[in-house]
């Protein structure tokens, strides 16, 4: 009822290329994810080759898109269970990841950078020498968080066997994502090897058997 938008009658009124800017309002935590999924989908339907450069530039921004979604969700979670200033923490380091999407793409959460048959923007060296070094600079940070996450005994009393869901639920609702990968379902969909993700290394699904809201945690924190 009140959150349907609809999207779907939306884009009987749109073409093709105007829908990837309604696409990426799906969600503003994955609104990167959304518009690359749609013009993947047009672009096999159309039979439309993205350049090789092009391909790389959306994992970039994809593979950025999931590092700021995680590190996000992670402090919605400890701002869940009270815990503050672990919940500043994370979206301080987050900030830093915006900072990139600002500077390659000009918006931080809505970017519309994708368009059907590759992107608007290129990532020059001097630009992807600051995504690296930026990157470096928030590994200590993030590892004292991720040790706050997985190895306090605060956060595990409110986290370890609360929320569980096994396997085989999982497997029957279609679980997808960390969630699904919390409770030992070993998919990733860049495993898939679609568009530059069939070049890049083998993506190993990172699980965990215990199925709760520590496990959903600690997915998430061991794929940043």
């Given at each position: 009822?009140?959150v ?38 047009v672009e ?10 092009g391909?790389?530039?959306?994992v970039i ?21 009270g ?11 987050r ?33 992807m ?13 993030y ?9 306090d ?16 639920d999982?497997?029957?609702?279609s ?7 919390a ?11 679609i568009?530059a ?10 699980t965990?058997?215990q199925g ?8 998430r924190?061991?794929?940043?």
């Open positions: 009822g009140f349907h938008r609809g999207l779907e009658k939306l884009v009987e009124t749109r073409d093709y290329n105007q829908f990837i800017y309604v696409a990426e309002r799906i969600c503003g935590i994955c609104a990167f994810g959304h518009s690359y999924g749609y013009a993947e989908t096999r339907l159309m039979g439309v080759e993205v350049p090789e450069r391909q790389y530039l959306r921004w994809h593979e950025l898109s999931r590092i700021h979604s995680h590190i996000l969700w992670l402090g919605l979670a400890a701002d869940a269970f815990f503050e200033s672990l919940f500043m923490h994370c979206w301080r380091l900030e830093r990841v915006l900072d990139i999407f600002e500077k390659t793409t000009g918006g931080r959460v809505i970017f519309s950078v994708v368009k059907v048959g590759g992107v608007v923007r290129d990532i020059d060296a001097a630009q020498a600051e995504i690296i070094r930026v990157l470096e600079g928030i590994k200590q940070d590892k004292q968080i991720m040790d706050a996450f997985l190895k005994s605060s956060v595990m009393n409110r986290t370890v066997g609360v929320g569980y869901l096994s396997f085989e999982a497997t029957n609702l679980m997808v994502g960390p969630f699904a990968r409770s030992n379902v070993a998919y990733d969909v860049r495993s898939l090897g568009g993700y069939g070049t890049l290394s083998d993506f190993a699904p990172i965990d058997t709760d809201c520590y496990a959903r945690m600690k997915v924190a061991l794929e940043v």
